[in-house]
């Protein structure tokens, strides 16, 4: 059985389900692997624009890492396992196309630092989230201390983090985290996977890199390289073409280029 299933949605769409649900697909060695491939093959594949990542069985997006791997005291293997799980959640965070989350369920540890590293998270009523590791005498491993810090700020990351708390997904809302809060969670996704096809993947992947890079920067420097992308892209195809449609009223038709 693979541990992560793959298919398209629509054309464009790729979606990549983690699929150990008698584990709430929590993470192992294998899976990561798997995960590894499977963004290599997004990220080389021109004709996927979107993509998509949920977890099967209906209960849990990734309920974290599998805790058994880790038993024994077995040191070497347990560095290895996080500087890989490291280095995949960066691949992923890197990716220049959309990434878009759907949660069901639990994502916790290094499943909600999955979702940290995507670009829209989308969530059930019913979501539950949270980086428990101190409850194991332990701490997040893949960037999540970080990524979370960074998106809601000291307070409410240490206070998440600090009382080992699962927060739901109308907090995950609140905090903004989530994008939408919804029950249909299959007309949520698509309705974001339509719309982010409708955009310049140039554009969209020169966007994603400001975001992540630009807070790690002095203000006016960012403004800067954010001009000196603007630029750029304006002297391409696709940014030619969006002007011209937008004048001709008529829908652009964006080529990567």
């Keep these: 059985m693979a541990l992560i299933e793959i298919s398209q949605l629509i054309p464009g769409v ?18 990561m692997a798997e995960f590894d491939t499977a963004l290599d093959a997004v990220a080389k594949d021109e004709t996927v624009r979107v993509l998509v990542l949920r977890g099967a069985g209906g209960k849990a997006f990734v309920a974290g890492a599998d805790i058994a791997e880790y038993q024994g005291d077995k040191r070497a293997a347990f560095i290895a396992y996080q500087m890989n799980s490291r280095r995949v959640f960066d691949k992923l965070e890197a990716l220049g196309k959309p990434v878009i989350c759907a949660i069901d369920g639990f994502a916790l540890g290094g499943g909600f630092e999955i979702a940290l590293c995507c670009d829209i998270i989308l969530v059930t009523p019913n979501a539950q989230l949270g980086l428990p590791e101190g409850r194991l005498g332990l701490c997040p491993g893949g960037g999540g201390t970080q990524r979370l810090t960074r998106a809601v700020g000291k307070y409410a990351a240490l206070d998440l983090m600090l009382a080992g708390w699962r927060m739901s997904g109308e907090r995950a809302h609140q905090l903004g985290i989530a994008a939408e809060v919804s029950e249909d969670l299959d007309a949520a996704l698509m309705q974001r996977a339509r719309a982010c096809l409708k955009i310049a993947p140039l554009a969209q992947a020169e966007m994603k890199r400001l975001a992540l890079q630009g807070p790690d920067a002095p203000a006016e420097t960012a403004k800067s390289y954010e001009q000196e992308v603007l630029f750029r892209l304006y002297s391409t195809a696709d940014g030619q073409e969006g002007i011209d449609a937008f004048l001709e009223k008529r829908a652009p038709e964006f080529k990567g280029a």
Excluded at 14 to 28: G, H, I, V, W
């Design 14 to 31: 790729r979606q990549l389900m983690f699929n150990r649900p008698d584990k709430l697909n929590a993470l192992s060695t294998p899976l």
